[in-house]
């Protein structure tokens, strides 16, 4: 019974517990949209790995692969068409990437802090070829676009988006109706 009341006391006073560990901070459209150089509804046609693993300053600890995802732009709501229709982000390393790099040892200590930390789930965003992104994309010095939120919280600039059931995502496959009869 003591325990019964404990458990109900922490959950009435720290309501962080009812919720999940990770509270995501709320996202500013306006500014991202204000930021942006494009700000676009895309389709990811293929994404491609960097070699190595990467660190970012957000997750010292945990392993990323550089991804460079090259898209087909279905609407414009912000910017113009880019020259070259691709971004970079990063992503978590799988357990399979991190297993054929490392020692046993050390693939255990990576993937452990890896799982561990639920903020990278929540943050960083890992786009897949067929989906629809509304992307908030700015370009860096090198003419690279890049999410406006940065690589640490790209979830934030790179949002899926999914069609209504009704429409055909390829171009051109509008619906076809038959005129309604009086």
């Not at 700000?39 to 190595?52: F, M, N, Q, W, Y």
């Not at 209504?164 to 109706?177: N, S, Y």
Request: glycine share 6%.
């Amino acid at each position: 019974m003591k325990a019964q009341i404990a458990i109900a006391w922490i959950l009435a006073c720290a309501p962080e517990f009812t919720m999940g560990w990770v509270k995501p901070d709320p996202i500013n459209y306006e500014k991202q949209f204000r930021d942006a150089d494009l700000v676009a509804i895309v389709r990811i046609e293929a994404v491609k790995l960097s070699e190595g693993f990467e660190n970012l300053d957000s997750y010292p600890k945990v392993q990323f692969k550089r991804i460079r995802a090259s898209f087909q732009i279905e609407t414009i709501l912000k910017g113009v068409v880019p020259e070259t229709k691709e971004c970079e982000l990063v992503r978590e390393a799988t357990l399979e990437e991190l297993k054929a790099e490392y020692s046993y040892g050390d693939y255990r200590k990576l993937a452990l802090v890896s799982m561990a930390n639920e903020l990278v789930w929540h943050y960083v965003s890992d786009p897949q070829v067929g989906k629809f992104y509304m992307c908030f994309l700015t370009k860096s010095d090198k003419g690279i676009l890049l999410p406006t939120t940065g690589l640490a919280k790209s979830s934030y600039s790179f949002i899926e988006v999914k069609p209504p059931a009704r429409a055909q995502p390829k171009k051109g496959g509008g619906e076809q109706h038959e005129p309604l009869k009086p």
